[in-house]
């Protein structure tokens, strides 16, 4: 059996440099706050905690004063900032790039609304940390859709400004993006740009990566992804493995294989999310080679 590991995996530069912010301040001081997980892998998490990293939620920084506490690379809604400077708490920001010029996309949109009627629509998971601060960048009132039942909730009547969570499939923003076409078209008798003005905001360090899951996914018999269950781009990545081959399986740590998934095997993939460690991967190669005699590349 040949094992080889997705060069193409592992951390965008967004967690990078989260990570690498968090890192420095604990190497000073050997203490940090974080808003929320600061990236959607338990087992990276686990690693930072033990290093001093305290994992915080919004209710806990209500309750802090005189400290530092970081935002992750999800970035987060302008209420946070507003409570930082009421407490004295110093941010150590580490909102992606990407993610901070999409929110002040959707803020300059839902501005140029004024007192008109219009919505702004996101294409992404209800509760996820990177919505909850686009929708904070309109007092809230962003719709959120992830299915095509979701669009009920949209007023085909009006002026819509559709935007998408970074992390999405470019295959699931499409297919949003055609059904509300649509809706627009039945309700309206017309596309024009001032009832819909639809924007691919979609990540291109993620949307690149399917078509290079595609292709490595084909290489090998079985695919083993590894992520956070709770990472949104980890489920549309595996997603695009499991499309091209049936053999693939989703874990988050190396003690979740199962040696049957590798019987008749010859080749096997290991890749992961945005949100997944090298060093992750590395480990679940390793315990494959506790398994069964096996040759790396």
């Known amino acids: 059996m040949k094992i080889t590991i997705d060069n193409n995996s592992g951390f965008c530069f967004g967690v990078v440099f989260a990570i690498q912010m968090a890192e420095d301040e604990l190497d000073r001081t050997g203490h940090l706050y974080c808003l929320g997980d600061i990236v959607h892998n338990n087992m990276e998490v686990a690693r930072l905690t033990q290093k001093g990293l305290k994992i915080i939620s919004h209710n806990d920084l209500e309750n802090l004063h005189d400290c530092k506490v970081l935002i992750r690379a999800h970035g987060e ?5 507003q409570t930082a400077l009421k407490n004295n708490i110093e941010l150590i920001d580490a909102s992606c790039p990407v993610v901070l010029k999409l929110q002040n996309r959707v803020r300059t949109s839902f501005d140029s609304f004024d007192d008109a009627d219009g919505q702004i629509v996101i294409y992404g998971e209800e509760g996820h940390a990177e919505v909850n601060g686009l929708v904070g960048q309109t007092k809230g009132q962003a719709i959120i859709v992830r299915t095509e039942a979701d669009l009920e909730k949209v007023d085909f009547k009006q002026p819509i400004h559709f935007f998408s969570q970074t992390t999405k499939s470019s295959a699931g923003f499409k297919k949003m993006k055609e059904l509300i076409e649509a809706r627009v078209i039945e309700s309206k008798g017309a596309l024009t740009d001032e009832n ?17 899951m595609q292709r490595f996914s084909q290489e090998h018999d079985v695919v083993v992804f590894v992520s956070g269950k709770k990472s949104s781009n980890g489920k549309a990545l595996y997603s695009v493995c499991k499309s091209v081959n049936e053999r693939s399986y989703f874990i988050s740590e190396p003690n979740e294989l199962n040696a049957s998934w590798f019987v008749e095997t010859d080749s096997v993939g290991i890749c992961g999310a945005t949100s997944t460690p090298m060093w992750l991967m590395q480990d679940v190669a390793d315990k494959l080679k506790l398994l069964f005699v096996v040759e790396t590349a």
Not at 77 to 81: A, G, I, L, Q
Request: hydrophobic share 20%; charged share 25%.
């Open 196 to 212: 819909l003005e639809a924007n691919d905001t979609l990540c291109r360090q993620v949307s690149n990566r399917e078509p290079r």
């Open 77 to 81: 809604p302008p209420s946070t900032y």
